[in-house]
């Protein structure tokens, strides 16, 4: 379905290039869904971008391919690559208001969208297939005549999914679909993403700097520090063996409040994120971590896999026994 080799995207920048994705390779599978988190400045973005060619102009691939379907992106013609966009993969991101035409109805959108990519339809057709999205994404149909200022927060985000799906891509990449939405408007389209992709089946690609949002819908997680993927995990584990993951993983699901004896008990990562024009020499992550050593300082720790697991830590055997 996703191929991505060896990934690395750079920007150019007066002080040097900024190393953004570092050599990130993974697969998803057809009708997997796949979270992607970390930290603000972790690269998360920037790789949603390079997967859709959509790199703005100081960044470029300095290495690797992508590949939807087995086609390389990089290698499709810009008439290709707009057919392929859409049709075979599309997009939903944080700022519904961003994505939609103001001065158009959503109907209008979905139609054109639907008629630009699919010539031989005609308009009724195009319109009962819009009626269809409506139901789909729960949007009473008579919303198909208003402007996007005219919706909610949570309508035109759900529009935005409308139109994301309408042409029945294998993937969707989506990228903090929810943050700028309240907490109650979160979960509903929360579920909503499940329910629709259990009902018309694609891949997803979740990214989100929440843990707990991303765990409750991905089935496998990868965790981004730096530019690299440091850890891809199942879901289900975190809960049960959380002492057994990358210590940055370790970290971030400890930093998610829990309620103990009616206290919340939040534990945090120390420090911040590296620069990343000058990274730490060995793992990247070796200044914050609790469990380092000095090879950790010497040495780049690679991905290796243990049962379900692929973490790139040199302590993660021994590290279980010193959790709490
Ligand atoms: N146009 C740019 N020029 C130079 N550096 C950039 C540019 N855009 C992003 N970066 C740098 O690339 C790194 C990764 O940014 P990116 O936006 O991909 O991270 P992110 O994990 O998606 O963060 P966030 O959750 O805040 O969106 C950051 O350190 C950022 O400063």
């Not at 993983?249 to 930093?255: F, M, Q, V, Y």
């Not at 070796?286 to 040199?314: F, G, M, N, Q, V």
């Amino acid at each position: 379905m996703l191929e991505v080799e060896h990934l690395t995207v750079s920007y150019a920048s007066a002080k040097g290039d900024v190393v953004a994705v570092r050599d990130v390779s993974f697969t998803l599978y057809p009708n997997e869904i796949m979270g992607l988190i970390g930290e603000s400045g972790s690269g998360k973005s920037t790789m949603a971008y390079a997967i859709l060619r959509m790199l703005k102009g100081n960044a470029r691939v300095s290495q690797g391919t992508i590949r939807v379907l087995g086609k390389d992106i990089y290698q499709l013609s810009a008439e290709e690559l707009r057919k392929f966009r859409w049709s075979h993969f599309s997009m939903v991101f944080q700022s519904a208001m961003n994505a939609l035409n103001p001065v158009m109805t959503v109907g209008a959108q979905m139609i054109d969208t639907l008629l630009s990519h699919r010539p031989h339809l005609t308009r009724a057709t195009a319109h009962e297939r819009a009626l269809e999205l409506c139901e789909l994404v729960r949007i009473d149909p008579r919303h198909l005549k208003s402007y996007p200022h005219e919706l909610s927060g949570g309508m035109r985000q759900r529009i935005v999914i409308a139109i994301a799906i309408a042409l029945e891509p294998s993937l969707v990449i989506m990228d903090e679909p929810t943050t700028a939405l309240d907490v109650v408007v979160q979960r509903s389209i929360m579920d909503q993403i499940r329910e629709i992709q259990k009902r018309v089946h694609f891949s997803i690609l979740f990214i989100s700097h929440d843990f707990s949002l991303v765990s409750e819908l991905a089935t496998r997680i990868a965790i981004m520090y730096a530019g690299q993927i440091v850890e891809f995990t199942d879901a289900l584990s975190l809960e049960n063996r959380v002492g057994f993951h990358h210590p940055y993983t370790e970290g971030l699901w400890k930093s998610i409040p829990k309620l103990l004896d009616r206290e919340i008990v939040i534990e945090g990562i120390p420090g911040g994120p590296p620069d990343l024009l000058r990274l730490p020499t060995g793992c990247s992550f070796h200044p914050r971590c609790r469990y380092k050593s000095k090879l950790c300082t010497e040495k780049t720790p690679e991905l290796k896999t243990y049962d379900t697991y692929e973490i790139a830590c040199h302590h993660v055997l021994d590290k279980e026994e010193q959790h709490d």
